[in-house]
């Protein structure tokens, strides 16, 4: 029961792990504009090192964190204050949506953009990590996959809906919550993106210098800006 390559000891050492990199998630997200490429450091970690893979827990997470940075902030930012006008628009149709038909179609819609909001963001981070462009190309990517996956972009969003209700009952679940969740869709998300990798072509292809140590399969803006505009044609055609 206690060796070190038995069942207990590595279901232990992975509780560990997924307690470590929530807490450096914790930490990360301390300056509120870091929150996604905090959640893509995790998203990461959870794919790799948790999993058995990796060079180590806090030398993969910081890197795969620096990696994200740039364009993770503006992303931060950018959703940040996205959420708080849809949350400005539902609070405001919750306060006229009985008047008429206009507040019921008004709350309506906010409910709607608020759904499609959480769903992509919920992609964010995995393509954050997965993928090397810009804030547009992982925006798309994010959108697109939420929207191929539209099901099950709805349990994810209700699982972390459940995430937020249990560390708002029991604040310590923190220290776990955000490595379970990640864990939980790591498979629908890698299952969705590898075979997507997989019909643009794009395995094995050249990549930016400073993510090429963190990804040995993440293909670059210019390829997906291709692989995009090609799913565009074929959707039109």
Request: contains cysteine.
């Amino acid at each position: 029961m206690f060796k070190y390559n038995s069942p207990l000891i590595v279901f232990m050492v992975r509780i560990a792990n997924m307690m470590i990199v929530s807490f450096y998630w914790v930490l990360c997200c301390i300056p509120v504009v870091t929150v996604l490429p905090a959640s893509a450091a995790l998203y990461h970690c959870i794919k790799s090192v948790v999993m058995g893979s990796g060079s180590g827990v806090s030398r993969d997470f910081f890197r795969a964190f620096k990696g994200a940075l740039r364009p993770g902030v503006l992303l931060t930012v950018v959703m940040e204050v996205v959420g708080a006008l849809i949350c400005l628009g539902i609070y405001t149709g919750l306060q006229i949506w009985s008047a008429g038909i206009f507040g019921a179609a008004y709350m309506a819609l906010g409910v709607l953009i608020g759904a499609v909001c959480v769903t992509t963001l919920i992609f964010i981070p995995p393509v954050l990590s997965r993928f090397e462009g810009g804030m547009s190309v992982v925006l798309r990517l994010s959108m697109y996959f939420a929207g191929k996956n539209l099901f099950r972009s709805l349990w994810y969003a209700a699982l972390l809906a459940l995430g937020i209700w249990a560390v708002d009952f029991f604040p310590l679940l923190l220290l776990v919550i955000p490595a379970l969740y990640t864990d939980l869709i790591r498979g629908g998300v890698e299952k969705a993106m590898t075979q997507y990798i997989k019909d643009a072509g794009l395995e094995g292809g050249e990549e930016a210098p400073s993510r090429r140590e963190q990804q040995d399969d993440t293909p670059t803006a210019l390829e997906l800006e291709r692989m995009l505009s090609e799913d565009r044609e074929d959707t039109h055609g």
